[in-house]
């Protein structure tokens, strides 16, 4: 176009590639050179005399001052392999022999580069997230490459990643301004890069760190999409970002912001200095609904277009979706928004008529079938020959003028609830309720719905709808379902991948929760205490209000036995061995014991005279009792003493002396409020120490305070200078918190009351919903039933109900493990329960069966040494015998054995000392049986040489006889 005429010439060019770019790293070679993007240059110039940098041709954007010259410029994109992706290049020829061996180990034997955990796959399972202050904390691991350290370095300030997100929001933030997506935390609560939030707007908010502490954050003019599945690609590169929102069926729709930063600004960013939380954490609840998958890809741009759709059958994709409520759940809806038009007609008709008018009824006289019919009734009377849910609907439109599916969903849940309790465990009338009351958002229903699905008791085991019911329950902060959820999570059950972080997350939700819940008296509450059937004992304790144990220590502390007033008090005031919370009648017994100068009653009767719980509230004279029973030397008193100090006087001074004198009396609730001066900064003359206050929280949780159990669970997913993180040890504390909430002891209580009472199918149903939230006397009851109590309803379960539940409640820390579940999975184990026998794990439960001091446990151990069993030194080290002892099988059963009769237990004395004797004389027989040989052919030599004596002499009278004859 310009006049010039080109010539067109094939013609062949061979590059030269230095072997660097091209091959492995090899013995002779070992120069490592990461490539990133590669070109190939095609430039033509139509002078000879011209040369050009090949830098050059990339100033500005590609433009060069050669361009004009050239004839012809082309660029080709090369892709060059990771090092150790690429060709091994041939050894040298005619290299000397020990050259040669050494390149052979060098490419051989080592020198590979170790996976690096470049992309990480935060998110596989879906998280629901239903507003509260938690969410699932991941922690990534740092490189183990020297070069990639290197580039992480240099990319400190000048951060590149990129986070992918699949989101569903039900509510964007519904009770707080802003709530948490993803945030990255220091673990003393430093905020870090990046920080990305919802508005209750439904605006996105991203925040970044910079080097010098200060905070950038933008908003997007866009809103979040509602009510379905949709990708969120976060990209971080330098000082750019950008957000990309897909969303519709098939992601057709896209909303897209992006931002760039002032060169001169640093942003602070290290993706291995704090955790990253996905959803709320203790600082900003997060958002509801669900998180179902997250990827983090470290040190890379990756582009929306390049991640691929998940797979449909995908958990996310399952277990949330939009039309679930189905179309069964708009039937009833149809059917209730019917049957409130029905009720109000009737309503209207009443009140002008005076008379019981009938829609239905009037239809039928209209038609003919019916006449002269007029039922007289008001507008308050029960109307007959109606449904049951149709009178509830009817009396709630007399009452509200309109009908709440809250309690509609309350009624027919109740309805389905004493099906159950009276026929357990024929279920087919009672699950068509469960599933209407879940209809109209009862999550008792989702719950217990969940459960009978999960176990196959009168339907087929579906485990997509009982787990879809559960996600629905959790949703609704519905704490058995979370600890349901949670309980899956750590053990893999029904479909659920094992994730300790994740269920972390829902045991703290509960665990925050449980000390105020017990604080709030509500009707039915009651202790969380753990009875197990076995202990016959702790069963008898168990009462009532009209049981002989109740009425007896009532009547002694009308008596005005102290010790009988303190049990009344706490039999009352926390709802425990089977008897209801009554504030007011605790509060009275406290108030006795208090006269009769009991230093714990006066306590009491001080914290409920300070709190108006059962009482009218008394300031003054609460504190007099609290004055009164710190003088006598009461410790809980004093802390009381300084809990009123803090939060009431603003006396922080004297706060901390009462703290203090408590703490040294060994008072753990002391000890918590300690650490939360501590940790806060507020102790007089120190600054805050987060260290020395999880040392006071560890001591207060060890001995028994709950609040602490959650600051020890907190500071281990988090970890500090001297406490390195541990998700699991963080997992327990929470689930040991959480577990003592008093919707579990309400399950339990009613369980344990059926059993007493002899209903024990009901029973089994109550035990079969504990044990689906993970508690371990749940499990160990329900097994406990199945296998001695009612066999006969253990045929019901579609999973197995002995082995399963004795099996789940020994997977729990040793300490809260009932001895007898490890001696029957070890028996299980031994003889091969359902496959072949497993004489190492049978081993392993006996082992801490004797841990825990069981002589049933030692045992079995001693017989399958004395046997000459080899087991693994694990379990040795369990029991602590030393490899000395180990050598022979003899002298090991009798240590083990010695072990067995010391051991407390009457039982297994007798057993214990025959078995010890017995291998006593083995062992004697084995070390001195030459000697005991030789001794026995002397005693034998010398009874026969008496015995031919004595026929000697016989034989010599015989003679001497003769003879005289």
């Known amino acids: 176009m310009d006049g010039r005429t080109i010539n067109s010439v094939n013609e062949q060019i061979v590059f030269n590639v230095p072997d660097l770019f091209l091959y492995q790293p090899n013995f002779s070679r070992r120069e490592i050179v990461i490539i990133h993007s590669a070109y190939i240059v095609v430039w033509i110039s139509q002078s000879e005399d011209i040369a050009i940098k090949f830098t050059d041709l990339f100033d500005n954007h590609g433009e060069s001052e050669w361009f004009d010259t050239g004839a012809i410029l082309d660029f080709r994109s090369v892709t060059i392999p990771p090092p150790y992706s690429r060709a091994v290049h041939s050894r040298l020829e005619c290299g000397t022999w020990e050259l040669e061996v050494l390149s052979i180990q060098y490419e051989t034997a080592w020198w590979q580069c170790p996976e690096q955990p470049e992309t990480v796959q935060a998110i596989t399972f879906p998280v629901a997230l239903n507003g509260g202050y938690y969410g699932v904390s991941r922690w990534f691991p740092e490189y183990t490459s020297i070069d990639l350290l290197e580039e992480k370095r240099l990319q400190k300030t000048s951060p590149k990643f990129t986070i992918l997100l699949w ?19 220091a673990w003393n609560d430093t905020v870090l890069t990046p920080l990305i939030l919802i508005k209750y707007t439904g605006h996105i908010h991203i925040q970044v760190t910079l080097q010098n502490g200060s905070i950038m954050a933008l908003a997007t003019s866009f809103k979040m999409p509602l009510q379905q599945w949709f990708r969120m690609v976060f990209i971080f590169d330098g000082n750019y970002w950008n957000l990309t929102v897909d969303y519709g069926d098939a992601l057709q729709y896209q909303l897209y912001t992006d931002y760039r930063y002032d060169d001169s600004l640093d942003i602070l960013y290290n993706d291995t200095g704090g955790m990253t939380v996905f959803g709320g954490t203790e600082l900003i609840p997060g958002f509801k609904g669900w998180i179902g998958l997250a ?37 009833h809806f149809r059917f209730i928004e019917y049957q409130t038009y029905l009720a109000k007609v009737w309503l209207t008709k009443t009140i002008q008529e005076t008379t019981c008018y009938s829609p239905i009824l009037d239809v039928q006289q209209t038609e003919g079938f019916l006449r002269n019919v007029t039922p007289v009734c008001n507008a308050l009377s029960d109307p007959r020959g109606y449904s049951w849910l149709t009178n509830d609907v009817r009396r709630m439109v007399v009452a509200n003028g309109s009908v709440s599916l809250e309690r509609m969903g309350e009624i027919v849940y109740r309805k389905a609830l004493s099906f159950l309790d009276a026929h357990f465990p024929y279920t087919r009338k009672s699950i068509p309720f469960l599933k209407q009351a879940s209809c109209y958002g009862n999550h008792d229903a989702d719950f217990v719905l969940s459960s009978l699905l999960s176990n196959g008791i009168g339907v087929d085991i579906n485990e997509v709808e009982a787990n879809r019911h559960l996600v629905h329950a959790v949703m609704g902060g519905h704490k058995l379902s979370i600890l349901a959820l949670g309980s899956k999570h750590v053990h893999e059950l029904d479909g659920i991948p094992q994730d300790l972080e994740q269920a972390y997350g829902y045991y703290k939700y509960v665990a925050d929760q449980t000390q105020q819940d017990k604080e709030d008296h509500t009707d039915g509450e009651v202790r969380t205490e753990t009875v197990y059937l076995t202990d016959d004992y702790v069963v008898n304790q168990q009462t009532e209000e009209d049981g002989d144990l109740f009425i007896w220590l009532k009547h002694q502390a009308n008596q005005g036995v102290v010790s009988a007033q303190r049990d009344m008090a706490r039999l009352l005031f926390w709802g425990s061995q089977g008897i209801q919370r009554n504030l007011a009648e605790a509060a009275e017994f406290y108030r006795m014991g208090a006269e009769a100068e009991d230093p714990a009653a006066m306590f009491d009767y001080g914290i409920v005279l300070l709190k108006g719980q059962g009482i009218e509230k008394n300031v003054s004279e609460g504190l007099r009792q609290l004055d009164k029973a710190a003088d006598m030397g009461n410790p809980l008193a004093q802390n009381a003493l300084g809990w009123y100090a803090l939060q009431f006087e603003d006396n922080v001074t004297s706060a901390a002396q009462h703290f203090k004198k408590a703490y040294k009396m060994g008072n753990p609730n002391a000890a918590h409020n300690l650490g939360y001066l501590y940790q806060t900064g507020k102790f007089p003359g120190k600054k805050a120490n987060k260290v020395a206050a999880y040392r006071m929280f560890a001591f207060a949780a060890y001995h028994g305070q709950l609040e602490s159990g959650i600051m ?25 918190v959480a577990e003592k909430n008093p919707s579990v002891g309400v399950l339990l209580q009613k369980a344990l009351k059926a059993y007493r009472n002899g209903e024990m199918n009901k029973s089994v149903l109550y035990y079969m919903l504990s044990a689906y939230a993970g508690i371990e006397v749940g499990q160990f009851n329900l097994a406990y039933m199945c296998e001695e109590v009612s066999r006969d309803i253990a045929v019901v379960f579609k999973k197995n109900c002995v082995w399963r539940n004795y099996n789940l409640s020994t997977d729990r820390e040793i300490q809260f493990v009932k001895s007898y579940s490890f001696l029957k999975m070890g028996d299980y184990h031994w003889y091969g329960y359902g496959g072949l026998p497993n004489h190492t794990a049978a081993a392993e439960m006996y082992a801490k069966a004797a841990e825990k001091k069981d002589a049933q446990g030692i045992f079995n151990i001693a017989v399958m040494a004395e046997e000459g069993m080899s087991l693994p030194q694990p379990i040795w080290r369990i029991l602590k015998i030393p490899k000395s002892m180990q050598k022979h099988n003899i002298t090991l059963a009798m240590e083990l054995y010695t072990r067995c009769v010391e051991y407390y237990s009457s039982e297994a004395y007798i057993p214990c000392q025959l078995a010890l004797t017995r291998v006593q004389l083995i062992y004697f027989w084995q070390k001195y049986h030459s000697v005991l040989e030789i001794l026995a052919l002397l005693t034998l030599g010398g009874i026969a040489a008496e015995l031919v004596l004595e026929l000697c002499l016989q034989y010599l009278g015989m003679q001497e006889d003769d003879i005289e004859n």
């Not at 020890?712 to 040991?736: D, E, H, K, T």
């Open 167 to 185: 989101l569903y929001i039900s509510e964007y933030c519904p009770q707080h301004r802003v709530c948490s997506i993803v945030q990255r935390v």
């Open 295 to 331: 990827t983090v890809y470290r040190r890379k741009v990756v582009l929306p277009q390049m991640v691929p759709y998940p797979e449909k059958d995908l958990a996310m994709f399952q277990y949330v979706v939009p039309e679930w409520p189905d179309d069964d759940c708009h039937d």
């Open 712 to 736: 020890v669970a907190y500071n281990n997913i988090r970890g500090n200078p001297v406490l390195a993180r541990s998700p699991q040890l963080a997992l327990n504390w929470a689930r040991y």
